[in-house]
Each structure stands twice: as C-alpha cells, then as structure tokens.
C-alpha cells in the first residue's frame, strides 16, 4: 500500500529529540529518512538512558523512541570528501533537517545556501533552541531551560513549594510537531511553485505559541498567575478543578462540572457554601482540602462510576506502566513493538494519527550507528571500492551488527 509522503527522500543531520522526533514522524508517513550520524559514536542520545539502564543491555530507550523507520548512515562531516558526497545526495533530497546550535553546520559547508546551490528545490528546515540571532543565540537550548524561560514551569507545582518541570520534554516535542508543520507546509508550497524554502523553527518560539491562552489572559486581565497550594491543576483556575486522592492510594483527576452535582455525588451538602464562582477562585485550596476529605472517603472504581454516571468530568491517575495497560490504550492499538538487532523486542508507542489509505506503519527499527551506509551510498552510484576506501579512511563508519 502506497504511502503518504512516499517518494520523499531526507536528509536527517539532526539529534537527540527534537529533530530526530519530526523525521521519525514523517518516517511513519512514509519518507524516506537517511539519519546522518558523527562516525563512529552517532547521535548524542544513543549514550544517554534513563535509570542507568540500557535495554538489552547495550541500546538507548531515548535513541529507539525517536528513530525508527530511518536508515543510519555515519560520516565525517569535516571531510571534503564527505562533503562532495553529500552534496551529490542532495540533488535528489527533498528535505534537510538539522537541529545543531545556530551556524554550525553552515561552518562545514551545511548551510542552506550550499545545499540550494546544488538544488534550488530543497526544504531547509532548521531546529534551534532561540533562534538564529539574538541575545540568546550562544546559550544552550535544552528543554527544561526553556519550559522555565517561556513561563511553563511557574505556572507548575504548588505554591507553597518550587515551581515544577513537566514530566516530558515538551519543549522538544512542540518543536519536533512545529519542524513537521513547517516541512509539509513547504512540500505543498512547492507542489504548487516548484520553489523550496528554508524554514527556522525555535522550541522558545514553539513553546510560547502553546501558551498562548495563558499570555493573552495575563497580558490583557492585569492579572498574574499564583499557584495554588492545593492540587488545583492549573493557576487560573478555580476549584474544583484539580487532583484528587482516593481511600485505597489512588487519585482522579476532577475537571469541568457543576459544583452542585459534585457535592450532591458526594454526598458532602455542607460544600454549597462555595458555590459561588468567585467563591471557588479566592477560597480554591480551602475548598479542594475539603472535597479532598470528601473522595478519600471512596475508593478510586467506585468514586469514578459515581462522577461518571452524572457526567462530570474526571479520569484516573495512571502510572506509564497502568496506562499502557489501560483499555482504551489498548483498543486504540497505541502500544506495538518492533524487533531491534540488539534490543530485542521492543515495545514502543505507534503512530498516533490514523489514515485510511495511507496508514502510518514501522516498518524498520531504530538503526545501528551507520548501519545503511554502504546501501545508502550504492543507491547514489558510489562503487565498492569507493565505499571500503571511505571506511578505511575513518571518513564512515558502519555498524551491521
């Protein structure tokens, strides 16, 4: 079955998350995703891990959750021989993505002009952490640096306590959605024109974008967020909007409904002295502490049927392992796996967006370091001898496990 963006070819010099997550999603779609590593170590991520683990005992769960559907081919972009080849790849590329700090890669011979130069239809598309001039252009644009920076960690936590990073890289995952928004939006563009462009994407600039309920509201109320003390889920609202425990250690989640129908529920008739709008706002963490008091007294199946048959509002508080478990999860089909030459099976999240005739697939694992360099570059004319005299040289690396 015929793909959506097949027939798109990429060239990915991108790492750890940002870029590499854009291109896996229009991998999923399809494109045709060359991954070009450092020779030798690869991406930065495939050496970081979460809980000093590595699964099968040597693969990176950060690295597999970002780059399946690519093939990896790793070079030394310093060479100019490296380069001649590159270049020669890009004539028939569609797309360049890149997420290094501003500069970098033009340094080398990288940039959107050298790769226009050789074809004038070419999607330049750039990820950075503040953009590509400014105050901020030499500092480091890590995720959390800029969930602090936009305002998204002050709004988090409680406020009794230090404000609070999200539990995801965020950031990063805007920008990688921004990158595929800018991609395809070029590629249809010049369907229309034959014309190629760059395009800059910045996760400062993304994340400020997904905040903008909260900038409008502050900049034209005259008011300023305060986090509650309470679990109150966001700092501008009211209750009882927020987290609440159960009687056997669980916790629901509480969103949009009447306060009357909540404390009827309840059956908790001493709350209907806060059912007042403004009421629930400036007394918010006294009348959370109280319907608190009130679910604790519930376990969690029992409290969710009740809030559920009057139709507020209200989940479950799951853990990652729970919610893959979860039924909806499952009948959705959102946890596959795939089989790694190292990592064995690996379970991972499918694509999310569903197509009906031309439906996202993995139809690769995550890539060794280099592992498709001597294919990739037999497709673009390069001889045996060629390849085996850029492997002896160090100029790529391949890793075939």
């Known amino acids: 079955m015929n793909k959506a963006l097949e027939g798109v070819r990429i060239l990915d010099f991108s790492h750890l998350l940002q870029?590499?997550?854009?291109?896996?999603?229009?991998?999923?779609?399809?494109?045709?995703?060359?991954?070009?590593?450092?020779?030798?170590?690869?991406?930065?991520?495939?050496?970081?891990?979460?809980?000093?683990?590595?699964?099968?005992?040597?693969?990176?769960?950060?690295?597999?959750?970002?780059?399946?559907?690519?093939?990896?081919?790793?070079?030394?972009?310093?060479?100019?021989?490296?380069?001649?080849?590159?270049?020669?790849?890009?004539?028939?590329?569609?797309?360049?993505?890149?997420?290094?700090?501003?500069?970098?890669?033009?340094?080398?011979?990288?940039?959107?002009?050298?790769?226009?130069?050789?074809?004038?239809?070419?999607?330049?598309?750039?990820?950075?952490?503040?953009?590509?001039?400014?105050?901020?252009?030499?500092?480091?644009?890590?995720?959390?640096?800029?969930?602090?920076?936009?305002?998204?960690?002050?709004?988090?936590?409680?406020?009794?306590?230090?404000?609070?990073?999200?539990?995801?890289?965020?950031?990063?995952?805007?920008?990688?959605?921004?990158?595929?928004?800018?991609?395809?939006?070029?590629?249809?563009?010049?369907?229309?024109?034959?014309?190629?462009?760059?395009?800059?994407?910045?996760?400062?600039?993304?994340?400020?974008?997904?905040?903008?309920?909260?900038?409008?509201?502050?900049?034209?109320?005259?008011?300023?967020?305060?986090?509650?003390?309470?679990?109150?889920?966001?700092?501008?609202?009211?209750?009882?909007?927020?987290?609440?425990?159960t009687k056997d250690g669980g916790y629901v989640s509480i969103a949009m409904s009447p306060f009357k129908t909540l404390y009827e529920v309840l059956e908790a008739p001493q709350l209907a002295v806060y059912d007042d709008l403004k009421t629930l706002f400036d007394k918010r963490d006294e009348v959370f502490e109280e319907v608190n008091a009130e679910t604790r007294k519930f376990a969690t199946r029992d409290l969710l049927e009740r809030l559920l048959a009057v139709d507020i509002w209200c989940a479950e508080v799951k853990d990652i392992r729970r919610a893959a478990e979860d039924p909806q999860v499952r009948h959705m089909g959102m946890i596959t796996s795939y089989d790694h030459p190292r990592g064995g099976r690996v379970r991972v999240v499918a694509p999310a967006v569903k197509m009906s005739e031309t439906p996202a697939t993995i139809d690769r694992p995550a890539p060794l370091v280099g592992q498709h360099g001597r294919e990739i570059l037999a497709e673009f004319g390069l001889s045996k001898d060629e390849i085996a005299a850029l492997e002896a040289s160090g100029d790529m690396t391949v890793d075939a496990a």
Not at 182 to 203: D, M, T
């Open 19 to 245: 870029g590499p997550f854009a291109t896996q999603l229009l991998g999923d779609m399809g494109a045709d995703v060359i991954k070009i590593e450092r020779a030798g170590a690869g991406d930065m991520f495939r050496g970081m891990t979460f809980f000093a683990k590595w699964v099968g005992g040597s693969e990176s769960p950060n690295f597999l959750a970002w780059n399946r559907n690519k093939r990896s081919i790793a070079l030394n972009l310093k060479s100019r021989k490296v380069h001649a080849i590159i270049m020669e790849m890009a004539k028939s590329a569609d797309v360049v993505v890149q997420n290094f700090r501003p500069g970098v890669l033009a340094k080398l011979g990288y940039g959107y002009d050298d790769f226009k130069a050789v074809n004038p239809r070419i999607i330049y598309c750039s990820g950075s952490g503040y953009g590509e001039e400014g105050p901020y252009v030499e500092r480091p644009g890590q995720d959390m640096l800029i969930q602090g920076l936009a305002g998204l960690i002050a709004n988090t936590g409680r406020g009794d306590q230090a404000p609070v990073p999200a539990g995801a890289g965020l950031a990063d995952q805007i920008g990688a959605m921004n990158m595929v928004y800018g991609i395809l939006s070029a590629l249809y563009y010049r369907e229309k024109s034959g014309k190629g462009q760059k395009i800059e994407v910045n996760l400062l600039a993304g994340l400020l974008a997904h905040l903008n309920q909260e900038y409008v509201a502050v900049l034209n109320l005259g008011e300023d967020f305060v986090r509650p003390n309470s679990g109150i889920g966001h700092p501008g609202m009211q209750a009882p909007f927020g987290i609440y425990e």
